[in-house]
């Protein structure tokens, strides 16, 4: 019989709870420890893979969530460890990367768009609409008052200067052409990400 | 990294300076650990800290903050001193032996061509000598007093190790141990890798830093060999790709530039990017840059983009200075020139300089948009959070949008690691609550905008109505379909030059070679070709086989360019195509074409005898010392003190700091001096922390929960300072109350005969999270960039420090 450390898991969670160890050579004595033992929830979890958030070693890692992908159903993360097969970190994780769990599920991660008006001193939960449609008002707005076509020369320079953006440093390569795209047509040039620092 | 990460095993000698790998990248540094166990490599660390990458290290020296170019100006002189180069890969791999313009001189710390008025350089000198045809000059005996080699070891002259030790504190006989272990790779066979990351960039002076070791590694025949290179170790997971993805102000997707106003047309633009080769045979692959930029514009604005309208030239604004960048953009803000921000990821209150700056900057826009995953600083700007965050909300007229956002467990997409790999990673979970990704944020406020110039018009339409939107969901596109718009596809067919079709119209290109600067082919980042073919995701690939156990795993992901994993690997390889060392090779000659474990950085048939550089994209086919017009503060590095520096300038005290660098006149007011501020102050990450993001995790913000300086015992003695005990830390620009660890890791330095004190400052704590509250390290940086990257100075500034009592109530 081959297995892999995966299918060891899996294997072993399903025969625990089927009270036989007996197919991996442990014999009959399994089976009353099999009975106060609960099924390992890894093996009915989901995998997924993917690359820790942090620094630039990009180190694998697996994400096992609950949750079958079904449009209805409630996906949870539960664990995340490093990925053995990853040919940089080979299943290792350093303090941080370790504690990624901690960071999906902090209670700083923010849940609803959320609105501070002038002079106030505190912010106040709205609709994605009302913020897009006050974001787009408020750029547009902006861009039309000081949108440069000509400089001094009277030369062609199609710049806005009045608004600018800092993209980030962990988004995917996907959010930053499509960033790129938006804030270019807009005519931006005060535009940086975080490679900056 | 011009190498991966588990290339480093293959290393005879690690340097790692400006860097502290083993603590901000430990994953990747056990392949240090690997080379020390299997190939009995030399760990050298070069550091103001005993850091913990020093404690495993098999020989440690200390250096003062901001004087790396010094003390690597001085192994330069040594190597060349000693004869310790590697001769036949300088002589064909290097400008070594072309001869520089006459015109072009150094003098008491100034080049030539220098304007004290506007700091900066003209450079029309900073060239080689050209023959008939346009060919730079060369002189293989090195005879002539102008060639390169012969004008660096004129340079490098001043940095005797007695001068070195003067101005480093590096104590003299651990300068030269360290000359020595540097120098044992000269032999063809041996190699050294160079691990450095923001110990290098954040100075004034940080490009140069990363020039003088790369000049180090090419004197060493270090670069694009197994075990070699210059490997940055980028800090963040996608700052890569964020790079080259082209996310910087004066910059375009895979490393094109942005217009400039005095470039008004196509032509005028395409003037100053022809890269004309300066030797007879070389590739200069730059010279298809039309290709790119056209591809490049055909994704941005498809059938809007024809030849007719210079492929919608007119579409890119036009910058009228180089950049605008962080710095320049928060100098704006104080002055009231921005109204509005988005801050994407991105938490400028904490990882920008003099915090007090940019809250009055933050303070003056009319509307502030916070897109991210985390509770940030930035986006509670205007919050009351006492000496944490002063501030008076009801004085505060900026609108603010906080936008919650999917984090990397919770999309699709690709990163690109230190290494250039794009590694694709799948979604796990729904995000929380009302969390959407940045994409559909980004797809949102452009569809808004452009449903609003359909309606009411408005300035310059055009970009903005006829940009690129042909998505699945324009709603939300997907990461499949936006990495393939950055491998581009054909928009007709290509053929080749015989007329056979190589790709029908729609289909996915295979590499860059296939782009056209016709129109008929599209590419959104012309360094990505490749990754998204017809063959599907090469990105998403998980082949773990890597041939001769080397350290390349080829099949693993995909890496920009054209998957090859060493840069400039045909430099492994002698001028006849024979390995430099044959135990390790990566490509070599077979008699009719280039074989070997990774792609060849080369033409894949081009003869050895044909004389092609290895440094392909350079106009010459070599690397170089002498840097031409490159770089605005030099050709060759120069030690200039850090703007704010304890000691005066010892090799030309009239050009104390950077001559060439950007400083905004407020931004100089604020520049303390030794007289006030008599230490020296450096910022670093700690291993239980990434930057602002881990005091949200629980477990990290147990394991250090609190804000801190380190100091040595010596100071710490004499200033009465207890561990554990509170005090104040103050620069010219703000303070901060927090706890003192005294320390044997930072010992006192002698530099220009005066003990020398250094505090660390980590920088993980701010005003949200589960941490304690803390000031911030960038309370008390100066503002002012690199001269060529703008990167802020963190890494060498003035500080003082006293003994305090804590906040109420804390002990």
Known sequence: MTLTRRGFIKLSGATLASSSLSAMGFGGCGAALAESVRPFKLAAAKETRNTCTYCSVACGILIYASGDGAKNAHSNIMHIEGDPDHPVNRGTLCPKGSALLDVVHSPGRLQVPKYRAPGSNEFKEVTWDFALDRIARLMKDDRDKNFIAKNEKGETVNRWLTSGMLAASASSNETALLTWKVARAFGMLVFDNQARV | ?811
């Open chain 2, 1 to 811: 990294m011009t190498n991966t990460w588990q290339d480093i095993k293959n290393a005879n000698v690690i340097i790692v300076m400006g860097g502290n790998a083993a603590e901000a990248h430990p994953c990747g540094f056990k392949w240090v650990i690997e080379a020390k166990i299997e190939n009995a490599a030399k760990l050298v660390v070069v550091d103001p800290r005993f850091t913990r990458t020093a404690s495993v290290a098999d020989y440690y020296a200390p250096i003062r903050p901001g004087t790396d170019i010094a003390f690597l100006s001085g192994v330069i002189r040594y190597l060349l001193e000693k004869d310790q180069i590697q001769h036949e890969y300088v002589r064909a791999y290097t400008n070594a032996s072309l001869i520089v313009k006459e015109g072009f001189s150094f003098k008491d710390g100034l080049f030539s061509g220098y304007n004290a008025e506007t700091h900066s350089y003209d450079k029309t000198d900073w060239q080689y000598e050209l023959d008939d045809q346009g060919f730079a000059k060369i002189d293989d005996t090195w005879q002539n007093p102008r060639c390169v080699i012969n004008l660096m070891r004129q340079h490098v002259d001043r940095y005797t190790p007695e001068m070195v030790s003067r101005i480093c504190g590096t104590p003299i006989d651990k300068y030269l141990h360290v000359c020595q272990l540097i120098a044992s790779t000269c032999l063809p066979d041996k190699a050294m890798t160079s691990l450095f990351a923001l110990g290098w960039t954040q100075h004034s002076i940080g490009s140069q830093n990363i020039r003088t070791m790369a000049m180090v590694q090419l004197l060493l025949g270090n670069i694009g060999v197994a075990g070699g290179g210059m490997n940055a170790l980028r800090g963040h997971s996608n700052i890569q790709g964020l790079t080259d993805v082209g996310l910087l102000s004066n910059q375009i997707p895979g490393y094109l530039t942005m217009p400039k106003d005095q470039e008004q047309t196509f032509d005028d633009y395409m003037e100053t990017r022809q890269f004309k080769p300066l030797r007879p045979n070389q590739m200069s692959y730059w010279q298809n840059y039309r290709k790119f930029f056209v591809s490049f514009q055909k994704t941005m604005f498809g059938d809007a983009a024809t030849a007719e309208n210079n492929w919608a030239y007119d579409y890119l604004p036009k910058l009228d200075i180089p950049m605008y960048d962080i710095i320049k953009a928060f100098e704006m803000m104080v002055h009231g020139e921005i109204n509005g921000y988005i801050c994407q990821g991105f938490n400028p209150l904490q990882a920008f300089p003099e915090k007090n700056k940019i809250r009055r900057g933050l303070s003056k826009l009319r509307y502030l948009v916070v897109m991210d995953p985390l509770d940030t600083e930035t986006s509670r700007f205007w919050e009351d959070v006492g000496p944490f965050n002063p501030s008076d909300p009801a004085k505060i007229e900026t609108e603010v949008f906080q936008l919650p956002t999917t984090c990397f467990a919770e999309e699709d997409g690709t990163l690109v690691n230190s290494a250039r790999w794009l590694q694709w990673h799948w979604k796990a979970a729904e995000p929380p609550a009302k969390a959407q990704s940045d994409i559909w944020i980004m797809a949102g406020i452009f569809h808004r905008m452009r449903e609003l110039y359909r309606k009411e018009g408005g300035a310059f339409p055009d970009p903005i109505l006829k940009l690129t939107w042909n998505y699945t969901n324009p709603v939300e596109p997907s990461a499949d379909e936006l990495a393939k718009e950055m491998n581009g596809k054909a928009r007709a067919d290509i053929k080749d030059d015989s007329g056979a079709i190589l790709l029908k119209a729609g289909q996915q290109l295979d590499s860059f070679g296939q782009l056209r600067d016709d129109g008929t082919t599209e590419s959104g980042c012309w360094i990505f070709t490749g990754s998204y073919t017809e063959k599907g995701n090469m990105m998403a690939r998980r082949d773990t086989h890597d041939p001769r156990d080397q350290g390349i795993t080829p099949g693993w992901a995909w890496a920009w360019p054209a998957n090859r994993r060493i840069l400039y690997n045909r430099a492994s390889a002698d001028v006849a195509g024979n390995p430099w060392n044959p135990a390790k090779p990566i490509i070599q000659w077979n008699g009719s074409r280039w074989v070997g474990i990774d792609v060849p950085d080369y033409g894949p048939t081009i003869n050895p005898s044909e004389g092609v550089g290895p440094f392909i994209m350079n106009a010459e086919g070599t690397s170089r010392f002498f840097a031409l017009d490159q770089m605005v503060d030099g050709p060759f590095p120069e030690h200039y003190e850090p703007m704010e520096s304890p000691v005066e300038n010892l090799l030309h005290p009239k050009v104390q700091n950077n001559p060439a660098a950007r400083v905004f006149p407020d931004d100089r007011a604020d520049f303390g001096t030794s007289a006030d501020f008599p230490y020296v102050g450096t910022t670093y990450r700690l291993t239980e922390h990434f930057h602002y993001w881990t005091k949200h995790a629980l477990i990290n913000a147990i394991l250090q929960p609190q804000e801190f300086i380190e100091i040595g015992e010596v100071l710490a003695n004499e200033k009465g300072i207890a561990n554990n005990g509170w005090v104040r830390v103050s620069s010219k620009r703000g303070y901060m109350i927090c706890k003192a660890m005294v320390t044997k890791r930072i010992k006192p330095m002698m530099v220009a005969g005066k003990a020398t004190h250094v505090i660390g400052v980590p920088l993980h704590w701010g005003f949200t999270g589960q941490a304690k509250k803390g000031y911030g390290a960038n309370i008390l940086t100066p503002s002012v960039g690199d001269a060529n990257t703008q990167t802020p100075e963190f890494k060498a500034f003035l500080v003082n420090v006293e003994p305090s009592n804590g906040p109420e109530g804390e002990v």
